[in-house]
């Protein structure tokens, strides 16, 4: 097991932003929950090496399928991104290359395990690319399934993948790609992207969300290189993995629900895990510096005016580096008060004010463009009208932007909107996948 510094650990705060006041007979409390994690992963930028290998390990998984040949772009643009991606590792970081068509081949280093980047090995890697080339079919399911075997070879602390398709998952069943998302989840994460038009957004965006990663769309093949760039700069920063929101409640208290709310929207509801009376775990993956939103909604017992109560506990919880048990990183409080007077009872906290209207921007864009395309024309201008009322109002400028490209706007304060008789599908589906962004709010 790694022995960790002080600097390369990082630090966790919580602060939580809610009205706790309620009328008599209210039951319904709302809070905020700021997570911000300081002093970690892209702070300290040497990669430890215990026992020879590094604490942090990266699959990368690109679509080798026979499309990828058209045009020959495409498969041109994963090598030089994953050649990208290999520069970017940090020396002591363990990782291999998968091609993935309806099976999984490793490409690098080919041994069925890990390399650990250096220059020599980053080479090797980058010659290896040579072999990548176009033929068969996608099966993604067996693309996890293999980089979980490698990462699962050596004792990581950070374990991360990073997938490239540009079809549709054609060659397995969806139950098939359910079960090995669920085998993966909370073995690693994985940043899962489209490239081109002709994969299945809610495929891609599905498995981004299975294994608490990004989704996104490169369009445009030459802009593979940056992206893949970024995103491994981003996994690279991450100093702590497998952190859990813990929530404690008292008796009587009911969970509406748990969702990050920034930077994107993702409902963790249904993926808690029991950590003893009262307490469940919902997982956030992992950490660098970095600060994300959350937004829990719990259901607290009726009381008199005047009492007040404690409707839950939210702390962060990561394994020991040592093996111990699990302790808490930070913790906050959500509060209930009775009372009655009007003003204080009905005030809307600004910030859950903020988030409830970007879940329901992102919800709205769903419906709207899965309106559009069953051909329910009605449906989706009431339904993109909304969202461009939304977006405007929170000040979320990059998805007023995408939803420009999908609809004319007439008048943003009512929300009234035309569909435009062209969409390229690129804009599109830009949308649909970018569709959970938000933005932070004003404090």
Known sequence: ?????????????????????????????????????????????????????????????????????????????????????????????????????HVAKEVYPGNGGLAVADARTRAEAKESLRRLSAGGGTAIGTWLRLADRLLSSTGLTIRHGILLTDGRNEHESPEELRAALDACAGRFTCDARGVG??????????????????????????????????????????????????????????????????PTVEDLTGRRTEAGPRAGDYPTGSWGDESRDYHVSVRVPQAAIGQEMLAARVSLIAPDPLGGDPKPLSQGLVRAVWTDD?????????????????????????????????????????????????????????????????????????????????????????????STKTVRVKR
Request: net charge negative.
């Open 197 to 262: 038009t002709d994969w299945e957004v809610k495929e891609v965006t599905g498995i981004a969300s299975a294994l608490l990663g990004s989704a996104d769309i490169v369009a445009d093949p030459a802009a593979l290189a940056a992206d893949f760039t970024s995103m491994m700069g981003q996994a690279m920063g991450k100093g702590v993995a497998d952190v859990a929101l813990r929530l404690w409640t008292p008796v009587g208290v009911e969970i509406a629900y748990v969702k990050q709310v920034a």
């Open 342 to 434: 009007l003003a204080m009872s009905t005030s809307i906290n600004p910030q859950v004010a903020h988030y409830t209207g970007q879940a329901e921007l992102a919800d709205v864009i769903q419906q709207g463009l899965d309106a559009r395309k069953s051909g329910d024309h009605d449906g989706a201008t009431a339904k993109l009208g909304r969202a461009v009322q939304l977006a405007a109002a929170s000040g979320n400028a990059d998805t007023a932007k995408l939803l420009s490209k999908v609809v004319d706007v007439v008048d943003v304060a009512t929300g009234t909107v035309r569909l435009k008789a062209k969409v390229a599908e690129a804009d599109e589906m830009t949308l649909e996948t970018r």
């Open 1 to 101: 097991m790694a022995n960790f510094s002080k600097s390369t650990v990082p630090q966790f705060s919580v602060d939580v932003y809610q009205n706790e006041f309620l009328p008599e007979g209210g039951r319904d409390v709302s809070a905020i929950v700021t997570v911000t994690s300081t002093g970690g992963g892209t702070t300290g930028r040497q990669q430890l090496v215990p026992g020879g290998g590094g604490t942090a390990g990266v699959v990368i998984m690109v679509d080798c399928s026979g499309s990828m040949d058209y045009p020959a772009t495409k498969m041109r643009g994963a090598r030089e991104a994953t050649a990208a991606a290999v520069d970017t590792l940090r020396d002591g970081t363990a990782f291999a290359v998968v091609a993935g068509t």
